[in-house]
Every structure is written in C-alpha cells, then in structure tokens.
C-alpha cells in the first residue's frame, strides 16, 4: 500500500471553486474519511485522486511518486462508486474475478480462485457467486460492487460512499468488515461520505470539507474534543452539538459570540432551572429535549430515567467550547 500526498490541489470548473487548495497526506495504511454535506467537495477531491479528473493547479502523489499526469490505470488504485458499476451479462465470481485477469496483474488462476472466495465469504454473498448480476438485490449489487475492488492489491482503495445504498443492519455488519479488511491488510483507505457514524468507527483519520476547502484534519477523537469551528463541531456528535448564544449563560469570554455544548458538557442537577420538553428512549441511550429560556438544548441522560414532559431538570455548562462571530473556536 502507499502514502498519498495532496499538494494544493485546486479545482475550478468554469467560474465556480470545487476545490480550494486542497493539502493533505493520507498516510500508509490508514483509513482515512473525507466527511461533508453534499457540495463540499468529498467526491471531486477522489476523482482528483484516483485520475478521473484533473486539477486546475496542484501536484499528487502516491507512493512517493508524482501520479497527476498519470491515467487512472497508471495510478493502481481501486475505486468504489456510490452507484455500482457490474457487468450486467457475468455471474457475481466473473465480475469479481474480472479485474484479477487484467493482463497487467497476470494472477494465476487458483489463486483467482482463492481470492473470490475469500471476499465472498467477507462480504456475505457466497452463497450468490454463480447468480447473474441481474439477479442481484441493490444492496446485493454493491457488495460486489464493493468486492471488485477488494480482490485487488492496489496502492490505495478509493470509495465513494459505498454503504449508502445498504440498509441499517447490513450496512453496521460491512463497516465491521471494511475496517477489519483495512486493519488486516495495512491497506491506505481514502472513504468517502456524509455519514458521522460511519467516519468514528471506521477512520484513522477524518478530513472535514467545507466548500472545497479542507478545514480540519484529525482523528475523529481531535476533531470531537477539539474541533477548530461551529462547522467542524458540527460534523461529529449524536446528538448534534448545541450551538447557542454565548451570554445564555455566566461566564462566556468576552470575544465569544456562540457556546457550543455537546451532551457530556451539560452538568445535570445543578445550575439553573429548563424544562423537560420531549423525550425519546432509544435502548442503549434517553436523550432529553430541553427548553432553556426559550432555546431549544438536546442532551443525554440515564436510559432508565424517570423523567417526564413538563418536568423541571437544572443544568450548567461545564468546559464548553466557545466560537465567535465568525464561527472559529476561540476558548
């Protein structure tokens, strides 16, 4: 596997900015995930790295060595896309034995043969390997989809929000093996989506977009406990963070014009008094819906609570975070 280096990568398609110099390094053997809402720039920046597109200005490389110029397939990387891409007319063991019979890999055929079976057996569709790929469900589709890529020992994998198509249950049981897969291998991940729990289980390393430029860089634990804005803060975090105004309570800085509080950052049972507004159990968790002088605070509480509509809760911030006018973190 290998290191991918971004180096101002800028991109301008007509008047309008997709990336704004862009510099980043995906270390070797790291899962790292690009997180955003949809127009921030996640999937240009992936084509920019796997050489579907080309940057206006800016220099990659991957493994050391300068790929810009270099064609996809130059490139050896392996690319998943949100809309699977099968051939419609093969079995699911020849769509994913077909990049393995590329004259360039040469891969004996026992080997092919191991290899299928093996990221079948992972992926959960053994049992459809002789199944045209017509055949298929939409979730069935992309775990192939998903395996093609997989059967490969590219410099770096390059997925596009491949689990958005999958429902809950299996698209919890794909992230446990998409992360076991990348641990195992020491393979260089660069995942793509919009989705936060799926960039704390999974990534090393989480780059947050905004508007094509990339505003934060970090584990997902740095970006949670120390994010650099109300914008990265926001990207992280169930519940969201309350973002609220800075003098709601006593003792804001003075340059601080928003507080920013995540759930553990509510003391409950002290401070001023709010009321219970609306509660929603959800098993492992109760979190508690709050009106406080006429704001709206969501926050966690004991799954086993007593709590109830109407009902009084004191709480104070403790250790919050501040941002001022702008959004940037101040305190």
Request: a neutral charge; hydrophobic letters at 40%; aromatic letters at 6%.
């Amino acid at each position: 596997m290998a290191e991918i280096t971004l180096s101002g990568i800028t991109k301008d398609y007509g008047s309008a900015r997709a990336l704004d110099n862009v510099t980043m390094t995906v270390p070797d053997g790291s899962f790292v995930v690009l997180l955003g809402p949809t127009g921030a720039g996640k999937t240009t920046l992936l084509r920019m790295v796997s050489g579907l597109d080309q940057p206006t200005s800016g220099e990659i490389l991957i493994g050391g060595a300068p790929v810009t110029a270099r064609t996809p397939a130059e490139r050896n990387v392996a690319m998943v896309f949100q809309q699977y891409s099968l051939y419609p007319h093969l079995t699911v063991r020849e769509n994913l034995a077909f990049p393995l019979k590329s004259p360039l890999l040469r891969t004996p055929k026992d080997e092919i043969t191991r290899k299928v079976q093996l990221v079948a057996d992972a992926l959960q569709i053994a049992h459809k390997l002789d199944n045209k790929a017509t055949a298929l469900s939409g979730g069935e589709m992309q775990r192939v989809s998903i395996g093609r890529a997989l059967v490969r020992e590219p410099a770096a994998f390059l997925m596009d929000e491949p689990l958005s198509s999958l429902d809950a249950k299996l698209r919890s049981d794909l992230r446990v093996e998409l992360k076991s897969i990348q641990s195992n291998r020491g393979a260089t991940f660069l995942y793509v989506t919009h989705d936060q729990i799926e960039a704390m289980t999974m990534a090393t390393h989480v780059g947050v977009l905004d508007h094509g430029r990339l505003v934060q860089f970090g584990t997902p634990r740095q970006i949670y406990e120390d994010p650099v804005s109300v914008y990265a803060a926001s990207r992280l975090g169930q519940p969201r963070i309350n973002i609220l105004p800075a003098d709601l309570f006593a003792g804001a800085p003075w340059d601080a014009k928003h507080i920013g509080l995540r759930p553990e950052q509510i003391r409950q049972g002290e401070g001023e008094e709010s009321i219970v507004t609306r509660i929603e159990r959800l098993g492992d968790q109760t979190r508690l819906h709050l009106s406080y002088r006429d704001h709206d605070i969501i926050t966690v509480t004991d799954p086993h609570t007593d709590l109830s509509h109407g009902d009084v809760l004191k709480i104070r911030p403790e250790n919050p975070f501040y941002f001022d006018a702008t959004g940037a973190r101040t305190h």
